[in-house]
């Protein structure tokens, strides 16, 4: 089993930036993807980003010059930075962990997923 917990969520100016980190704990060696996914009310989870074993990443197009995904291996943690926060960032942002870089892409049976934190950025 595979344990994901986010952090560094809050509340936010527009324009401001914030860092979410996702630490893995458990057997970690069976992830090979990791990535975040947000949702905001009353929608649909959405892809924001993932970033492979490798370091190779992929984002959403809504999310392309904003958002960077990173990782520390040291740390069994990765990281979003997102910049220039809007108010339609708004969502509960959460760490998904597969072995397959494309199933978390697809978001389809993404085996471990962690509980969200809260992003709210005020106009």
């Known amino acids: 089993q595979v344990q994901l917990v986010e952090s560094g969520g809050g509340l936010v100016q527009a324009g401001g930036s914030l860092r979410l980190s996702c630490a893995a704990s458990g057997i970690i060696f069976s992830i090979n993807a990791m990535g975040w996914y947000r949702q905001a009310p009353g929608k649909q989870r959405e892809l924001v980003a993932v970033i492979s074993s490798t370091s190779s990443t992929y984002y959403a197009e809504s999310v392309k010059g904003r958002f960077t995904i990173s990782r520390d291996n040291a740390k069994n943690t990765v990281y979003l930075q997102i910049n220039s926060l809007k108010p339609e960032d708004t969502a509960v942002y959460y760490c998904?962990?597969?072995?397959?870089?494309?199933?978390?892409?697809?978001?389809?049976?993404?085996?471990?997923w962690g509980q969200g934190t809260q992003v709210t950025v005020s106009s």
């Open positions: 998904a962990a597969d072995r397959l870089r494309s199933t978390v892409i697809t978001g389809t049976s993404v085996k471990y």
